[in-house]
């Protein structure tokens, strides 16, 4: 599966859930820890970055940060982290991960990503877009 190293342990692929706009340079996955829970509290900070903490057993994930990506500039700064206001406390996570397209002679590199959406699902079972940003 092709995402950003330090999402790899944390993903699963999520296509059959954006069966319309998943493609091989937009990858749809869904966050699972390590304790196997999908429910998830998110925060970013004004840099960009998005964590999420796992609802039963605390580890946070980072799902989204510029330092990762080489076609990105990191801000600087010291990041405040404040709970992405969802309308939920807790939800499942969806991340849209786009690659742009591929060029002769350059190797594939899974953490050259162009473009990142993060999706909640509801309570109700909607699923609505909460995170958007290019990465160059």
């Given at each position: 599966?092709?995402?950003?190293n330090?999402?790899?342990?944390?993903?699963?692929?999520?296509?059959?859930?954006?069966?319309?706009?998943?493609s091989s340079?937009?990858r749809?996955y869904?966050?699972?820890?390590e304790c196997?829970?999908t429910?998830?509290?998110l925060d970013?900070s004004?840099?960009?970055?998005?964590?999420?903490t796992?609802?039963?057993?605390?580890?946070?994930i980072?799902?989204?940060?510029?330092?990762?990506?080489?076609?990105?500039?990191?801000?600087?700064?010291?990041?405040v982290?404040?709970?992405?206001?969802?309308?939920?406390?807790q939800?499942?996570?969806?991340?849209m991960l786009?690659?742009?397209?591929?060029?002769?002679?350059?190797e594939?590199?899974?953490?050259?990503?162009?473009?990142?959406?993060?999706?909640?699902e509801?309570s109700n079972?909607?699923?609505d877009?909460i995170?958007?940003?290019?990465t160059?």
């Amino acid at each position: 599966m092709h995402c950003p190293n330090h999402l790899q342990e944390y993903v699963e692929d999520a296509s059959s859930v954006f069966p319309s706009e998943s493609s091989s340079n937009h990858r749809y996955y869904r966050l699972r820890c390590e304790c196997g829970n999908t429910h998830f509290q998110l925060d970013q900070s004004q840099l960009k970055t998005v964590k999420a903490t796992c609802t039963i057993c605390g580890v946070a994930i980072t799902v989204y940060d510029l330092v990762y990506y080489p076609a990105a500039v990191k801000l600087s700064g010291v990041e405040v982290f404040e709970v992405l206001d969802s309308g939920e406390n807790q939800a499942a996570v969806f991340v849209m991960l786009e690659y742009g397209a591929p060029e002769p002679d350059v190797e594939f590199d899974a953490n050259d990503i162009t473009w990142c959406q993060i999706f909640i699902e509801r309570s109700n079972g909607d699923i609505d877009r909460i995170f958007n940003d290019e990465t160059c």
